[in-house]
């Protein structure tokens, strides 16, 4: 797991503005507070969980709150307009891989099945107890012991990098350095 990898990301021009003149930049958790709003609860939810599970097993510098989030394929960054193309090459040491399609479901606040049989078995489960609509774990204080089976069944994202398919991978890091930064021609 040493030497460098590339990734990419899309930035705000605050992030180079900060990292021009602090020479680091680290997010700030009010930051994802403004961004989502009260009506992303669930993004709340889900960043909690990761940032708790990723401070485990890759720590956070001071003052790092919530990660940097970037891509292994240039394909799935979105440069809206204002925002910059970033190229990262990073220490591999500094950053946290895991599989996206795995992380969009954690963002809807699903299940992370182990495997087919697994994922059959807890929809048995909340079919047997009566949810209709799994969001009712998080959004009701009515199944406390399942909303728990689906928040370790969480833990499943972050499995061994060196079986992660490349197309789906995305990666987190607690902070960007200007030595790692190169901005890109869109």
Not at 88 to 107: A, G, K, S
Not at 169 to 183: F, G, I, K, N
Request: with cysteine; aromatic share 12%.
């Amino acid at each position: 797991m040493s030497g460098e990898i590339t990734l990419w990301s899309s930035q705000q021009p605050i992030v180079l503005d900060t990292l021009a003149r602090e020479g680091i930049y680290r997010v700030r958790r009010a930051f994802v507070g403004q961004k989502y709003g009260p009506s992303g609860w669930n993004f709340q939810t889900a960043y909690g969980f990761f940032v708790r599970e990723a401070g485990k097993r890759l720590p956070p510098p001071p003052g790092a709150e919530s990660p940097v989030w970037c891509f292994l394929d240039r394909k799935w960054v979105d440069v809206p307009a204002g925002a910059s193309l970033l190229r990262i090459v990073p220490p591999r040491t500094q950053v946290l891989l895991f599989d996206l399609r795995r992380w969009n479901r954690i963002l809807n606040l699903e299940y992370l099945p182990s495997g087919p049989e697994d994922a059959t078995a807890f929809a048995r489960e909340l079919e047997r107890q009566g949810v209709s609509n799994p969001l009712d774990l998080f959004r009701t204080p009515y199944y406390p012991q399942l909303r728990r089976r689906v928040e370790e069944s969480w833990k499943g994202l972050f499995q061994d990098p060196e079986h992660l398919e490349p197309a789906y991978t995305q990666a987190a890091l607690w902070e960007l350095r200007p030595e790692w930064v190169e901005v890109q021609s869109q």
